[in-house]
Every structure is written in structure tokens, then in C-alpha cells.
């Protein structure tokens, strides 16, 4: 479970075995959602996340957007 970085708490991470779309998961407080990752940051599922962990969760996504890109490319891609 690779994670590419924590900020405010939240953790944003791949698993080794990942899939198309790009997408990263992200967990804070003992909830966890997943975010699709292309031109923007889409939320596709949650599980125990407040709303306002959501929020701030894909805010950070969004300013990271390249970051989690880059490293999903050099993880998946070599």
C-alpha cells in the first residue's frame, strides 16, 4: 500500500494492485473514501468520512492533482 503523502491528517495512498481509472484512496479518522483522478478529482465512494472530511479531503486532492498523477504514473507505469 504505497502512500504517496499525508497532509491535515489524511492519508492518500494507492493499493499495489490498482486499476484504471487513476483514482486514490484516502483515509482519516478510521473512514476512508476514493477519489477518481483526471483533468479534476471526482469522489466515487466514502465510507465513514464526514462531509466536511470529504470537502477537506478533495480540496487537497484538487491542489495535489499532479502529484498523485506523477506518482501513480512512476508506481503503475515504472
Known amino acids: 500500500m504505497p502512500t504517496i503523502f499525508t ?3 489524511f492519508k492518500f495512498f494507492f493499493y499495489s494492485n490498482e486499476h484504471r481509472p487513476i483514482h486514490v484512496h484516502v ?3 478510521g473512514g476512508e473514501a476514493v477519489f477518481e483522478i ?3 478529482v ?3 465512494k466514502s465510507h465513514g468520512m464526514s462531509i466536511q472530511n470529504l470537502s ?6 484538487v491542489l495535489k492533482l499532479e502529484l498523485i498523477k506523477e506518482k501513480w504514473n ?5
Open 7 to 9: 497532509e491535515e491528517g
Open 27 to 29: 483515509s482519516h479518522g
Open 38 to 40: 483526471g483533468d479534476g
Open 42 to 44: 471526482a469522489l466515487l
Open 56 to 61: 477537506k479531503a478533495e480540496r487537497i486532492a
Open 74 to 78: 512512476v508506481f503503475f507505469n515504472g
